[in-house]
Every structure is written in structure tokens, then in C-alpha cells.
């Protein structure tokens, strides 16, 4: 199905056509094929799609459509506001809208209001008004509290990641933030799940929505692999597996931001060009490194789970589980950066002898058929160990070492023997 089919008007259709076709997007995405002719007549809808799977133009088509096709008002009135539940994600919305919305007759004014930078030039940029506000809800709350801008003529509502929305503890906030805006609008949620909060959200806040829903594709798409290794030869190992893939790019998962600057600056003492992401970073900063990383600037960008909540770099080769996630869950939305839009991956997952048991944890919570495997030249030391089975398969290590929990497992099991 083309472009075209989808049910957007004749008048914007051209225009929105040459943008799409010079940022790469050659036919629609099957969640774009379902939720633009919905969200095109004007449907609240509930959309449950994977990150990756195309979600962010499946709505900024046809809000862009909306607002050449709305009066023009002179001063601007915020007509369109999308919620997400980070900076990196919000500056990745605000820079598609514009992207696709470059050949058109008029283009949107769009702002990103996000925490962690000084709410001043934000608030400067509102002067005047603004037709489209990308927001995270902590600042936009800060932004009504200042009368930077006003909801009460919001027209469109996006809601992008509500899961991660609530997940990450913006369920009061999004509270206020619907009580600010008028009765009478289109909502659409997006979310990769659909739990009893998320339902509750979509039963309190859309009217009547249709609901389109997109299987997650990207797992196939991805070549997994876990290698063991002795903890003090990761570091010996990444740089071999950099020489020998020749990634052009690597995004490597550390478990905390000490480790994200000691890992990067290893990297740079072994001529790799790399740099640490974390929450630590200011915003300006953060943005810089991920622009550099975009551009082929950077081959190793190392980050913690937090900061690398919605980065989606385009064709990424490969990920690098250096430290295994805390969550069984995590381990997914990891590996899902890389795989996207159709493109092959990879991700590989270093496996120590303090990590084996989580790696079984990991494995059996989310179905996967990965062997771990011994490279020669990088065998573990104690063999014995990291291949001894585990006492108790539902247990696992969160982190480096045992939890205290684990411990006294592992002895009990010990008595017994």
C-alpha cells in the first residue's frame, strides 16, 4: 500500500509525499497503514505498537494535514500537543514534524519543552505562540504554571510511549494535564502494552477509539548471541568484536553511569571513538553526543538503561549488553535499537560467572533459544563454575554481584547437598 492510499487529502498529499520520500520512507509501515486513515478523519485511537515499528509518523502525518488544513491564526493558538515520557524521544518528535513538514505550503511552528535545561528560552520560544508543542509533562507543567502557554484550545492530543508515560511516574502529571484541556478534542494513545492502568487511561480520557494493534517484528530480525567471559577480559573482548564485525556503530549497555564514563574512557585510551551517555549529562550535551553518534561521528556511544530511553538511531548494526540488564524486560527494549525498519542486527551479551544465572533468568522469561558460547583465545577461567547449574531457575543476580536473597539460597542449597 502507497502512501497515497491512506486517505490523506489531495491538497497536502504532494507535499507530504517529497518529504517522506527524501527522509528515506519508501511504503507505510503497518501501523502507519492502519492509524492514518482513522487518525485522518478525525478518530481517537488506541494504537499499540513496538518502538521502531514507525508509530511517531503514523500520527505527525496526518496532524500535519490538520494544520494546513485548519484557518491560520494570527498570533498562533497551540492547537496540537504530544506527551512523551523523555527528552531524547521529545526531540526526535519535534524533529520529525518539522522534517516532514518542510514542503509544505505553511509549516508548523513547533516547540520541545523538556526538563533538565533552563525553562527560559523554552518559555522565549512560546512569545508569540506556537502550533504544535512536543513535552515532556513535568516541564509542560512547568511552562502552564509560568502562563507560557495555555491548553484550553488544544485541538489534538498525543499521548507517544504511554506505557513508559506511567511507568516512569508521570500518572498525576498527565492527570493535571487532562483536566487543562478542553472536552472536545481528538486523543491518541500509543503504547507498546496495554495494562489495567493503561486501559483505565484510555477509558478516562478518548471517546469511543478504535483500536489497531501491530505485532512486535523486530526479534527475527536481530542475531542473538551471549559469550562467555571472565569480567576482567569484557573490556579485551569488545575491542576484538570491534575489530572483527567492524561495526560502524555500537550502542553498549553498562549498568550505571560510574561504569558508562570508565568504560568510554578505556575505549578512547584504545583509539575508539567514544563517549559516555547518562543522566548525569546536561540535555545540550546529551543531544550534541547523540547527533554525533547519528552522524557516524562517534562508533561507541556507551549508556546506561535510563539515558537510553528513546534513542532510535536508524540502521544501528549492533548492540552490546557489556552488563546485563536489572529487568528480564529490559533485555528487549536493549536489543530492540538495533533490527529497525527491516534492517538486520545484532546484539550480543557478555556473560561472567557472577551473571550466568540472570542470563538463564533473562533467557527463560523471555523464551529465547541463545546458547552461550566460548570464543577461543577467551575461555573463562574457571570453566567448572560458570557451567554449573543453577539450584533454582526462578532466582537470578540483578546486577554484578548475588543479592543478599541469592545468598542465602545458595547456601541452603549447599546444607542440603
Same mark, same amino acid.
Given at each position: 500500500?502507497?502512501?497515497?492510499?491512506?486517505?490523506?487529502?489531495?491538497?497536502?498529499? &504532494?507535499?507530504?509525499?517529497?518529504?517522506?520520500?527524501?527522509?528515506?520512507?519508501?511504503? #507505510?509501515?503497518?501501523?502507519?497503514?492502519?492509524?492514518?486513515?482513522?487518525?485522518?478523519?478525525?478518530?481517537?485511537?488506541?494504537?499499540?505498537?513496538?518502538?521502531?515499528?514507525?508509530?511517531?509518523?503514523? !500520527?505527525?502525518?496526518?496532524?500535519?494535514?490538520?494544520?494546513?488544513?485548519?484557518?491560520?491564526?494570527?498570533?498562533?493558538?497551540?492547537?496540537?500537543?504530544?506527551?512523551?515520557? %523523555? *527528552?531524547?524521544?521529545?526531540?526526535?518528535?519535534?524533529?520529525?514534524?518539522?522534517?516532514?513538514?518542510?514542503?509544505?505550503?505553511?509549516?508548523?511552528?513547533?516547540?520541545?519543552?523538556?526538563?533538565?535545561?533552563?525553562?527560559? &528560552?523554552?518559555?522565549?520560544?512560546?512569545?508569540?505562540?506556537?502550533?504544535?508543542?512536543?513535552?515532556? &509533562?513535568?516541564?509542560?507543567?512547568?511552562?502552564?504554571?509560568?502562563?507560557?502557554?495555555?491548553?484550553?484550545?488544544?485541538?489534538? =492530543?498525543?499521548?507517544? $510511549?504511554?506505557?513508559?508515560?506511567?511507568?516512569?511516574?508521570?500518572?498525576?502529571?498527565?492527570?493535571?494535564?487532562?483536566?487543562? +484541556? #478542553?472536552?472536545?478534542?481528538?486523543?491518541?494513545?500509543?503504547?507498546? %502494552?496495554? &495494562?489495567?492502568?493503561?486501559?483505565?487511561?484510555?477509558?478516562?480520557?478518548?471517546?469511543?477509539?478504535?483500536?489497531?494493534?501491530?505485532?512486535?517484528?523486530?526479534?527475527?530480525?536481530?542475531?542473538? *548471541?551471549?559469550?562467555?567471559?571472565?569480567?576482567?577480559?569484557?573490556?579485551?573482548?569488545?575491542?576484538?568484536?570491534?575489530?572483527?564485525?567492524? @561495526? #560502524?556503530?555500537?550502542?553498549?549497555?553498562?549498568?550505571?553511569?560510574?561504569?558508562?564514563?570508565? +568504560?568510554?574512557? !578505556?575505549? *578512547?585510551?584504545?583509539?575508539?571513538?567514544?563517549?559516555?551517555?547518562?543522566?548525569? =549529562?546536561?540535555?545540550? *550535551?546529551?543531544?550534541?553526543?547523540?547527533?554525533?553518534?547519528?552522524?557516524?561521528?562517534?562508533?561507541?556511544?556507551?549508556? %546506561?538503561?535510563?539515558?537510553?530511553?528513546? /534513542?532510535?538511531?536508524?540502521?544501528?548494526?549492533?548492540?552490546?549488553?557489556?552488563?546485563?540488564?536489572?529487568?528480564?524486560?529490559? !533485555?528487549?527494549?536493549?536489543?530492540?535499537?538495533?533490527?529497525?525498519?527491516? $534492517?538486520?542486527?545484532?546484539?550480543?551479551?557478555? /556473560?561472567?560467572?557472577?551473571?550466568?544465572?540472570? @542470563?538463564?533468568?533473562?533467557?527463560?522469561?523471555?523464551?529465547?533459544?541463545?546458547?552461550?558460547?566460548?570464543?577461543?583465545?577467551? $575461555?573463562?577461567?574457571?570453566? $567448572?563454575? %560458570?557451567?554449573?547449574?543453577?539450584?533454582?531457575?526462578?532466582?537470578?543476580?540483578?546486577?554484578?554481584?548475588?543479592?543478599?536473597?541469592?545468598? +542465602?539460597?545458595?547456601?541452603?542449597?549447599?546444607?542440603?547437598?
Amino acid at each position: 500500500m502507497p502512501f497515497s492510499q491512506l486517505g490523506l487529502s489531495p491538497y497536502v498529499l &504532494p507535499a507530504l509525499q517529497q518529504a517522506l520520500q527524501q527522509a528515506g520512507y519508501s511504503q #507505510p509501515t503497518p501501523i502507519q497503514q492502519q492509524a492514518v486513515p482513522l487518525i485522518a478523519k478525525g478518530r481517537d485511537v488506541v494504537a499499540l505498537a513496538p518502538t521502531g515499528s514507525g508509530k511517531t509518523a503514523a !500520527y505527525v502525518l496526518p496532524a500535519l494535514q490538520r494544520f494546513v488544513l485548519a484557518p491560520e491564526r494570527k498570533p498562533r493558538v497551540l492547537a496540537q500537543l504530544v506527551l512523551v515520557p %523523555t *527528552r531524547e524521544l521529545a526531540q526526535q518528535v519535534a524533529d520529525v514534524f518539522i522534517t516532514l513538514g518542510r514542503h509544505l505550503q505553511r509549516q508548523p511552528r513547533v516547540v520541545c519543552a523538556v526538563g533538565g535545561v533552563s525553562i527560559n &528560552p523554552q518559555m522565549m520560544s512560546l512569545r508569540g505562540g506556537a502550533d504544535v508543542v512536543v513535552a515532556t &509533562p513535568g516541564r509542560l507543567l512547568d511552562l502552564l504554571a509560568h502562563n507560557a502557554l495555555s491548553l484550553k484550545q488544544v485541538q489534538l =492530543l498525543v499521548l507517544d $510511549e504511554a506505557d513508559r508515560l506511567l511507568d516512569m511516574g508521570f500518572g498525576d502529571e498527565l492527570r493535571q494535564v487532562l483536566a487543562e +484541556l #478542553p472536552v472536545r478534542r481528538q486523543t491518541l494513545l500509543f503504547s507498546a %502494552t496495554f &495494562p489495567p492502568d493503561i486501559e483505565a487511561l484510555a477509558d478516562a480520557g478518548l471517546h469511543e477509539p478504535q483500536r489497531v494493534e501491530v505485532a512486535e517484528q523486530a526479534q527475527p530480525e536481530i542475531e542473538q *548471541r551471549a559469550i562467555r567471559i571472565d569480567a576482567d577480559r569484557r573490556l579485551e573482548l569488545l575491542l576484538s568484536l570491534l575489530r572483527e564485525q567492524n @561495526w #560502524p556503530q555500537v550502542l553498549v549497555f553498562v549498568g550505571s553511569r560510574r561504569d558508562s564514563d570508565r +568504560l568510554a574512557s !578505556y575505549l *578512547r585510551t584504545a583509539e575508539v571513538s567514544a563517549q559516555a551517555l547518562h543522566g548525569d =549529562l546536561s540535555q545540550g *550535551r546529551r543531544m550534541r553526543m547523540l547527533q554525533a553518534f547519528k552522524d557516524g561521528e562517534l562508533q561507541v556511544l556507551v549508556a %546506561t538503561d535510563l539515558a537510553a530511553r528513546g /534513542i532510535d538511531i536508524a540502521r544501528l548494526p549492533a548492540v552490546v549488553n557489556y552488563e546485563l540488564p536489572r529487568s528480564a524486560a529490559d !533485555y528487549l527494549h536493549r536489543i530492540g535499537r538495533t533490527g529497525r525498519a527491516g $534492517e538486520k542486527g545484532q546484539a550480543v551479551s557478555f /556473560i561472567d560467572a557472577a551473571s550466568l544465572a540472570h @542470563w538463564r533468568l533473562i533467557s527463560k522469561r523471555n523464551a529465547l533459544d541463545v546458547v552461550a558460547e566460548t570464543l577461543a583465545g577467551f $575461555e573463562p577461567k574457571d570453566v $567448572e563454575q %560458570t557451567a554449573a547449574p543453577l539450584a533454582d531457575d526462578n532466582g537470578g543476580v540483578k546486577g554484578r554481584r548475588p543479592s543478599k536473597k541469592d545468598r +542465602l539460597r545458595a547456601a541452603a542449597a549447599a546444607a542440603d547437598r
